[in-house]
């Protein structure tokens, strides 16, 4: 057995691992894992207490089960006791096992944060240690919330050992990412900042992490961080290559920490102390200089550290964008990179150009380097590295060489890698139109690209260079020549006879006196297409013949025959038949005057961004192309404006497609047909979707509902004093997911409501509306609250002016403070005299307890820790109902944000299903509540679960949200 | 870094380390996924390719292979180095690490990575103090299974 045994060698553990290594076959593993696991349960349920080292032994072998790949459901529980052990090498495991697996377990989370409290407050360095990796490995909320107090103290406490130092920055860091809101910034944070000047190396390292994220999120407060960074890193920069001693890497002083400094010096502008500033530009210089002196060693090792220091310098360098000799000098050292024979060094030479190409400064340098980035282009074997290529070739194109990088682009594209093909097409496409000063070339390059790389030029861009040729009639008539030249080769792409289709049938006039482009032939050049053509493509031939009919009246009766053909008017596809029908109905009853008007050239498209911009954004992600183009923006004026930045909502920025439909008018004959099942149809949806939610009702039915005759007829006027309670339920549970509307409306009052609530705090304006033309008198509302009801609710009212003028409304506000949870709702009793008889009503009013919800996102993990922590029977409520109204699932998302809790979104594995999580503040306590709605549309039933740390809240939550759907 | 893997040439996994909160399911896709990615390429490829929107840094040494995912701004080759140096720690630890000294004595390739990252950043480079952290614990253990005997 080749186990090499290192401190203490578990046997057992060593035995078992080369048993499963000799397994044959995965059932043999699954075999020997069962046996284990059953081993394993039964030692740990059995009478006999289990020794340390035993249990230690038995986590250990979970936990290298769990690493194959196998699931625990087990031994958490011996996990946690281990942590309490006062042996070292126990307790290291029990913490390993903890961090590896406390995801998928968390009722412990109590017992372990106790155990990592000891360890804290133990004072034994190696004890703090192994905590403080368990809560950075861990980091979960529920440790943020445990220690993120804790652990500044430990970190600027003047007696931490160094190496407890540098776990609790990094710690801090970890929990800062997961949950900032519980990191408490004070005074600790200008003590961190002073750690850079720790003489501990290891320390200045881990605490330089801690200080960048902090100062990303607040500059202001780490400012002074700047100042000591610069003179940290001049003397690392300055120092001989053995100075610091284990902290020199292949005879590169503290490259790590070099990089970290850098990294920390970009969250800021430079540095505005002049002195401060000369010092930083001195070391930016000397580790420029230093990439020119020889390698003191040839291992890769030393060039890499070294030229990680240089390329971190550089992106510090374009970070300032200030030091046009800096940037320069950067251009230059990336230059020689680009050659170098290491291909990891040319990829980031390409990959570090593209942002110094949208410098000003460096502009023109990068671009001195097109010869060696096209010859990249064509020779690197690496497709990623080729890929670097493309997108500098795009950074540094402007007009000057925008022929050129589209035509090696368009070269390229030939031979391209299918997967960066689509990404090229899109880039083409933009530089053509961008840089074109002639546009016969943009619409050449673009017909290239549909004939090179057909199936990947998206419906963007064929759309694009229809626009483009409409509202540009000094292209017009090249275009419609240059695409029948392009359709007369036997095989070409559906795009293509999209896109000539389009052209032909707005412009083919402008050809049609050349007789070998007669309108004729170019009518039998496009049906020679027809039959092979999906049926949106069919759809747009279709408006291409009828337009014909305007442009061509010689050619009428033989589209015509073509329209009557049974494949047309007998067509399966109702779209197509829809058209043939329509079109032929058309060119036989209309005059040439409603033809020439109905056919009428389309009119120009309205100048936007063009989409195919916001489409290479959303595949590359926001920021890498937006920088480039909006500095590009202010160097280059555009031609035609099309070419602006996209507006934050890239989705809602489209183009109007020119669709699969022709006619400026097409709409009219085409009212009554369906949508085309056409592509383009989905990204019309596309950018509707967006607003849908939006859109959305809120609740089922709008305010005017309320008004609806049989409740007003329903309605209780009494002669006596009354205490019925006008109970409209139904009314009041319309509220519970909304907070404005009419409460209340009868012949004489209308009540309407209009409400606020924050945390257990809310406000209410009660609007009463006289609609008689006659004077209320003796006009009293009040808000009472049951003895119940009196202790949890606090409502204060304002009393209201006594009369009320014809059709005049007043108003009355309501303050409420939620002291506890409650169940009941209060009553609104009204009484005033009208017209000598005395009315008096009831209604309740929709203050419920779910008003004093804040919503909480999180995240899967957080959610399902949670809802395993209140398991409980009681703390869970469930119902299963019948569906009251249609079940829609936009508007089953919007009353569950009404209701007031998150809407969570991806948690639960089912998408049908819809969790929500919040926090139900009263002045006493807060309560976090968890719910899980699962719809089952087969059966128009919900099952609705609420879990809560109280019973009744539970309850009544359940009760209130199962009335909504 | 948001995470690190390290996986044999066969595609086995030796070891995970996740700095980022994610589910065991996405866990195990994300495995897989990159595993057959990076064994796809070729040698004298570039160590480092974007995937998703991260970068991903790998590098091999001799039958496993190291792979970093790192995020937008950070520095590839400095990530290229950390793979190396923690090489380092463990060939200095096992004394001319190999596999199967990864694979049978995993706790410690996990305890030596946790003294060197911490919460997916550098925590202390100089392999001396790695070295004596982890060397000081396991005297701790030595001495506590003298007092133990013989036990397996």
């Given at each position: 057995m080749p186990a090499v045994s290192k401190g203490d060698g578990m046997r057992g553990l060593a035995v078992f691992i080369s048993d499963i290594r000799n397994c044959k076959s995965k059932e043999a593993e699954i075999k020997r894992i069962n046996k284990e696991l059953a081993n394993i349960r039964s030692k740990f349920k059995g009478d006999k207490a289990l020794d340390g080292y035993s249990k230690k032994k038995y986590v250990c072998k979970l936990l290298f089960i769990f690493l194959l790949g196998h699931d625990i459901d087990f031994g958490h529980m011996e996990a946690v006791n281990l942590l309490s052990s006062n042996r070292y090498t126990e307790k290291q495991i029990g913490y390993l096992f903890i961090s590896v697996l406390v995801n998928s377990n968390s009722e412990l989370i109590r017992l372990i944060n106790n155990a990592i409290k000891n360890d804290l407050a133990s004072r034994n360095p190696t004890f703090m240690g192994l905590a403080l990796h368990c809560i950075a490995n861990v980091?979960?909320?529920?440790?943020?919330?445990?220690?993120?107090?804790?652990?500044?103290?430990?970190?600027?406490?003047?007696?931490?050992?160094?190496?407890?130092?540098?776990?609790?920055?990094?710690?801090?860091?970890?929990?800062?990412?997961?949950?900032?809101?519980l990191v408490p910034m004070g005074d600790w944070t200008s003590r961190v900042v002073h750690l850079l000047n720790d003489q501990h190396l290891g320390v200045v390292t881990a605490a330089t992490s801690l200080i960048t994220t902090l100062a990303q999120k607040n500059p202001e407060e780490f400012k002074t961080s700047v100042s000591l960074a610069v003179s940290r890193l001049?003397?690392?920069?300055?120092?001989?290559?053995?100075?610091?001693?284990?902290?020199?890497?292949?005879?590169?002083?503290?490259?790590?920490?070099?990089?970290?400094?850098?990294?920390?010096?970009?969250?800021?502008?430079?540095?505005?102390?002049?002195?401060?500033?000369?010092?930083?530009?001195?070391?930016?210089?000397?580790?420029?200089?230093?990439?020119?002196?020889?390698?003191?060693?040839?291992?890769?090792?030393?060039?890499?550290?070294?030229?990680?220091?240089?390329?971190?310098?550089?992106?510090?360098i374009i970070h300032h964008d200030s030091e046009p000799n800096l940037l320069v000098r950067a251009c230059n050292q990336l230059g020689q990179f680009l050659q170098h024979r290491e291909t990891n060094l040319r990829y980031l030479a390409l990959e570090s150009m593209c942002t110094l190409a949208s410098s000003e400064f460096s502009h023109e340098a990068v671009k001195t380097h097109i010869e060696t980035v096209i010859n990249a282009l064509k020779t690197e074997r690496d497709v990623s590295v080729r890929q670097r290529a493309v997108d500098l070739l795009y950074a540094m194109c402007d007009r000057s060489n925008a022929q050129q990088i589209v035509a090696e682009m368009l070269n390229y594209l030939e031979t391209a890698d299918y997967s960066i093909r689509e990404e090229i097409v899109l880039k083409v496409a933009i530089l053509a139109e961008k840089y074109a000063v002639d546009y016969t070339w943009y619409v050449d390059t673009i017909l290239n690209l549909i004939r090179i790389a057909g199936d990947y030029v998206s419906e963007e861009v064929w759309y694009r260079v229809i626009q483009i040729v409409i509202n540009r009639d000094d292209v017009q008539g090249y275009a419609a020549k240059t695409v029948f030249e392009a359709l007369q080769a036997p095989a070409c792409h559906e795009n293509l006879v999209k896109v000539g289709g389009y052209i032909l049938g707005e412009f083919g006039?402008?050809?049609?006196?050349?007789?070998?482009?007669?309108?004729?032939?170019?009518?039998?050049?496009?049906?020679?297409?027809?039959?092979?053509?999906?049926?949106?493509?069919?759809?747009?031939?279709?408006?291409?013949?009828?337009?014909?009919?305007n442009l061509f009246p010689e050619i009428k009766t033989t589209i015509q025959d073509v329209l009557r053909s049974d494949s047309q008017l007998k067509n399966a596809d109702v779209e197509l038949q829809q058209r043939a029908v329509e079109y032929l109905r058309l060119s036989t009853i209309a005059s040439t005057d409603i033809l020439a008007t109905v056919l009428e050239e389309m009119p120009p498209f309205p100048e936007r961004e063009s989409s195919i911009l916001a489409k290479l954004k959303k595949k590359k992600g926001p920021g890498t192309v937006t920088d480039l183009e909006e500095i590009k923006k202010e160097r280059s004026s555009d031609m035609n404006g099309s070419a602006e930045p996209a507006s934050v909502n890239a989705s809602a920025v489209s183009t109007p497609s020119p669709s699969a439909d022709l006619l400026g008018l097409g709409a009219a004959p085409l009212t009554n047909s369906a949508p085309p099942p056409s592509s383009s149809g989905s990204l019309l949806v596309d950018v509707f979707s967006d607003s849908a939610s939006a859109v959305a009702p809120l609740a089922p039915g709008s305010d005017d509902n309320f008004a609806s005759p049989d409740l007003a007829s329903s309605e209780v006027v009494s002669?006596?004093?009354?205490?019925?309670v006008h109970d409209a339920d139904e009314l009041f549970h319309k509220f519970v997911c909304k907070n404005n509307g009419v409460l209340f409306e009868n012949q004489l009052l209308q009540i309407g409501l209009k409400s606020e609530f924050r945390q257990n705090l809310g406000r209410m304006f009660i609007f009463y509306g006289n609609k008689t033309s006659t004077q209320f008198l003796n006009f009293t509302p009040t808000v009472i609250c049951s003895d119940d009801l009196q202790p949890s609710l606090n409502l204060q009212t304002k009393p209201v002016d006594p009369t009320v003028d014809g059709g005049a409304q007043v108003q009355q506000v309501v303050n409420i403070e939620c002291v506890s949870d409650f169940m009941e709702a209060p009553i609104l009793n009204i009484q005033f005299r009208y017209g000598g008889t005395f009315q008096n009503l009831s209604v309740k009013l929709p203050i419920t307890l779910n008003k004093f919800f804040q919503p909480t996102e999180m995240s899967s993990q957080d959610f399902f820790q949670r809802w395993k922590q209140l398991s409980n029977p009681k703390q869970e409520v469930q119902n299963i109902f019948k569906a009251k109204h249609p079940m829609d699932a936009e508007i089953t998302k919007a009353k569950i944000i009404g209701f007031g809790s998150a809407l969570l979104e991806e948690v639960d594995p089912n998408p049908a299903n819809f969790v929500g999580a919040g926090i139900i503040h009263t002045k006493t306590t807060q309560i976090g509540c968890l719910l899980r709605l699962e719809p089952n549309l087969q059966a128009q039933m919900y099952r609705l679960t609420l879990r809560t740390s109280k019973e009744a809240v539970s309850q009544r939550l359940c009760e209130l949200l199962s009335e909504q759907f | 870094?948001?995470?690190?893997?390290?996986?044999?040439?066969?595609?086995?996994?030796?070891?995970?380390?996740?700095?980022?909160?994610?589910?065991?399911?996405?866990?195990?896709?994300?495995?897989?996924?990159?595993?057959?990615?990076?064994?796809?390429?070729?040698?004298?490829?570039?160590?480092?390719?974007?995937?998703?929107?991260?970068?991903?840094?790998?590098?091999?040494?001799?039958?496993?292979?190291?792979?970093?995912?790192?995020?937008?701004?950070?520095?590839?080759?400095?990530?290229?180095?950390?793979?190396?140096?923690?090489?380092?720690?463990?060939?200095?630890?096992?004394?001319?690490?190999?596999?199967?000294?990864?694979?049978?004595?995993?706790?410690?390739?996990?305890?030596?990575?946790?003294?060197?990252?911490?919460?997916?950043?550098?925590?202390e480079t100089s392999k001396k103090n790695v070295l004596k952290a982890i060397e000081q614990a396991d005297l701790l253990q030595e001495s506590q299974n003298e007092d133990w005997g013989a036990t397996s």
């Open positions: 980091g979960s909320r529920e440790m943020a919330e445990a220690f993120a107090g804790e652990i500044p103290k430990i970190l600027v406490a003047g007696d931490t050992m160094d190496s407890v130092k540098q776990s609790a920055a990094l710690c801090l860091l970890r929990l800062y990412r997961t949950s900032p809101d001049s003397r690392i920069v300055t120092s001989a290559s053995t100075d610091l001693q284990d902290y020199t890497y292949y005879f590169v002083p503290a490259p790590w920490l070099s990089v970290k400094l850098l990294r920390l010096l970009q969250c800021y502008p430079p540095p505005e102390d002049p002195a401060v500033r000369g010092r930083l530009t001195e070391c930016l210089e000397t580790i420029l200089n230093k990439a020119q002196e020889p390698p003191k060693s040839k291992k890769v090792q030393h060039s890499n550290a070294k030229n990680a220091v240089l390329f971190e310098a550089i992106s510090l006039n402008l050809i049609a006196g050349d007789p070998r482009s007669s309108p004729l032939i170019q009518f039998n050049l496009l049906h020679s297409k027809f039959h092979l053509c999906s049926v949106p493509t069919r759809a747009l031939l279709l408006s291409t013949y009828i337009k014909f009919v002669e006596e004093p009354a205490d019925t | 870094m948001q995470f690190m893997l390290l996986f044999s040439r066969q595609g086995k996994l030796r070891l995970q380390k996740w700095y980022v909160p994610l589910s065991d399911k996405e866990k195990k896709k994300i495995t897989r996924e990159l595993v057959q990615t990076v064994l796809a390429r070729k040698p004298k490829m570039c160590s480092f390719l974007e995937w998703r929107d991260l970068k991903i840094v790998y590098k091999r040494y001799a039958s496993l292979y190291f792979c970093c995912a790192i995020e937008d701004q950070d520095n590839e080759l400095i990530t290229l180095e950390i793979i190396h140096r923690y090489v380092e720690l463990l060939d200095k630890y096992f004394g001319s690490v190999c596999e199967l000294d990864i694979i049978f004595n995993f706790e410690k390739a996990y305890f030596i990575l946790d003294e060197f990252l911490l919460g997916g950043e550098v925590q």
